[in-house]
């Protein structure tokens, strides 16, 4: 079974749909029973949503390859 570490390290895949069925069901057994993992991942949602309706310069696939390596490098929360 899943940690709520797992999720937040698999919670972007989970979101482009890029999780194996078998992960996915997995990761969507978790937040069924955990509060603070879905209330992490409804708030990556939100986050993501704004984020994207932001205007500026597109980053460019090296840029945002970086940009991802870094975000997914942070620690998860505790719980």
Do not use: V
């Amino acid at each position: 079974m899943l940690e709520c570490k797992d999720i937040y390290a698999l919670a972007t895949d989970y979101q482009e749909r890029k999780l194996p069925w078998g992960k996915r069901l997995q990761f969507r057994l978790h937040l069924y029973m955990c509060d603070a993992c879905s209330a992490f991942l409804a708030q990556l949602g939100r986050t993501r949503t704004l984020l994207g309706n932001l205007r500026g310069p597109a980053l460019g696939e090296e840029e945002e390859r970086e940009l991802l390596a870094r975000l997914r490098q942070r620690k998860p929360p505790p719980g």
